[in-house]
């Protein structure tokens, strides 16, 4: 791994910088403490230096999609003490080996992953993933389906429900796909009502899911520049 001093991106604290203002703006037109929002800095496709370089600028919480890249990149710099949140599809077969490094998976999407993830080292925290649209192919489980992984996941000891997870479809308003998630949020509560957290926004869309009660962002191109192609 090359040292951090040659990570030569002089804008990426910068727009760091301007993301955490733009958070902490929208928390306040919304009304919400910004301290109960998480910024997750999605880093994938970038190599292990620039997520050093985030850690050195007080960034505890980075995001992957990539089983394989988000393994390599987590022992590389296994010293910082992040927290590593997977936040793409996971494999069944592959999800106790991101369970090792992963502190969070925002995909859980089916009771088959869930059960996959049973008598884990340590606990980790769990995200449902539910898809905002009426494509079955765009990944998250179906609203229908919702309760009954909550169910499976309460289940399982070493999954610690957190709550709701959503990516806004491409071809409708963020506002209302969000506003959809919270009502979701609501049905996890009325089951588990620690389970409160909600996993949505990014580069585009932040400010409309803080409206609608985002407790944790999935950040990246706004802070990290454009992602190089997928290696
Ligand atoms: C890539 C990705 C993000 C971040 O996207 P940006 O538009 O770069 O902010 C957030 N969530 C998921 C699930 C992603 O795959």
Redesign the pocket.
């Known amino acids: 791994m090359a040292e951090l001093s040659e990570w030569n991106d002089p804008g990426l604290a910068d727009r760091l910088a301007a993301v955490r203002g733009g958070v902490a703006d929208a928390c306040r037109s919304a009304g919400r403490a910004s301290e109960d929002v998480t910024l997750i800095v999605?880093t994938?496709f970038h190599p292990a230096e620039l997520v050093a370089a985030l850690a050195a600028l007080g960034v505890r919480d980075v995001?992957e999609?990539r089983h394989q890249e988000a393994q390599d990149k987590s022992q590389a710099l296994a010293g910082l003490d992040l927290n590593w949140h997977f936040?793409?599809q996971l494999q069944t077969k592959k999800a106790r080996q991101a369970a090792r490094y992963a502190h969070a998976i925002?995909s859980i999407d089916r009771e088959r992953l869930v059960d996959a993830l049973t008598d884990l080292e340590r606990p980790v925290e769990a995200f449902l993933q539910i898809n905002l649209t009426d494509d079955p192919g765009r990944g998250g489980v179906a609203p229908a389906d919702l309760e009954s992984l909550v169910e499976r996941t309460l289940t399982n000891p070493s999954l610690k429900l957190r709550g709701v997870m959503a990516?806004a479809p491409l071809d409708e308003p963020p506002a209302s796909a969000f506003e959809r998630l919270a009502g979701y949020s609501q049905r996890v509560r009325a089951i588990a009502p620690e389970a409160s957290a909600i996993s949505a926004g990014?580069?585009?869309d932040y400010v409309e899911a803080i409206a609608a009660g985002a407790t944790h962002l999935?950040?990246?191109?706004?802070i990290t520049g454009n992602?190089p192609e997928p290696r």
């Not at 999935?218 to 706004?222: P, V």
Request: proline share 0%.
């Open positions: 999605v994938k995001g999609n936040i793409g925002h990516v990014m580069t585009h999935r950040i990246g191109s706004a992602r």
